[in-house]
């Protein structure tokens, strides 16, 4: 464990800026956000969660979520186990595409999508011709979700799966294991927890995606309108409590990742410490 450095008079200081900080830039907009969608009571708060578009929006939200994370985690476990346990040319520049993402605005990860698979696109019109339609489709959601979240799960496992090395699997492989079996009896179990957490992130990001998905659903409201798209569209009409309660939803969605991921980081510190070290 590193030593604790004092800097005297320094400590208060700095800890005050945080807390400054937190508090203007996180606590006081989840304050008002709360605060406005409830400011006209709780029937005022739950009448425009019950309009058909709103119930659209939160099931268009979870059904994203629900294709797109389960992708992401398994690329995440296959691409973590190819870097950390095997080596090859051209390793660091696939860690660099995996990272690419996370430097790339999501406006630009949406706009891939339709310069690919919109009309004018480059199998814009293979896809009419035998009518397929992505782009103002739930498919196109999923893919401009995925490719927004797809370092997450990867990012938690590839420091941990590199610590722990490969001698478990060896000493499997040479009791007369297969390859499956050694993935699920030894790599899986091992990587368990990490796994959650990246699943939580990346779960956290798919539902508040905002740029990449209006790029390509078109805001048809009640059909591709997520619910951070239902928020927009609920504000520009200047129904300004419904897009309060919408955006309510998404903070308390975001608040229980913050529980979930606190938690996990409280019981199962020793399994995650590996990814701080790198």
Not at 13 to 41: D, H, K, R, W
Not at 99 to 125: I, K
Not at 135 to 140: P, Y
Not at 214 to 220: E, L, Q
């Amino acid at each position: 464990m590193s030593p604790t450095v004092r800097l005297p008079g320094l400590g208060p200081l700095f800890l005050a800026l945080t807390v400054a900080v937190l508090g203007v830039l996180i606590v006081l907009p989840l304050a008002v956000v709360f605060q406005q969608a409830l400011s006209e009571g709780w029937a005022a708060y739950l009448e425009p969660l019950k309009q058909p578009d709103a119930i659209a929006a939160i099931k268009l939200t979870l059904t994203v979520a629900a294709i797109s994370v389960p992708l992401n985690a398994v690329f995440g476990v296959a691409a973590a186990w190819a870097i950390a346990k095997f080596e090859f040319k051209g390793k660091s520049l696939l860690v660099t595409f995996i990272d690419l993402p996370f430097s790339m605005s999501p406006v630009v990860s949406g706009l891939v999508w339709v310069l690919l698979f919109g009309a004018q696109g480059w199998f814009g019109e293979w896809l009419i011709d035998h009518d397929i339609k992505i782009i103002f489709a739930t498919s196109g959601l999923v893919l401009a979700t995925v490719l927004v979240t797809l370092p997450f799960v990867a990012r938690e496992l590839i420091p941990l799966m590199q610590d722990q090395g490969s001698d478990e699997e060896a000493a499997a492989l040479t009791l007369g294991a297969g390859g499956w079996t050694t993935f699920w009896r030894i790599t899986l179990p091992n990587i368990r927890w990490a796994l959650l957490y990246g699943v939580l992130l990346c779960n956290a990001r798919a539902m508040g995606e905002f740029g990449a998905v209006s790029v390509v659903s078109g805001s048809v409201r009640g059909l591709t309108t997520t619910l951070p798209l239902h928020v927009e569209v609920l504000y520009n009409d200047y129904e300004f409590v419904g897009a309060f309660a919408a955006a309510s939803i998404l903070a308390g969605l975001g608040l229980v990742t913050l529980v979930l991921k606190t938690v996990l980081e409280w019981r199962h510190s020793g399994e995650l410490s590996a990814r701080r070290r790198h």
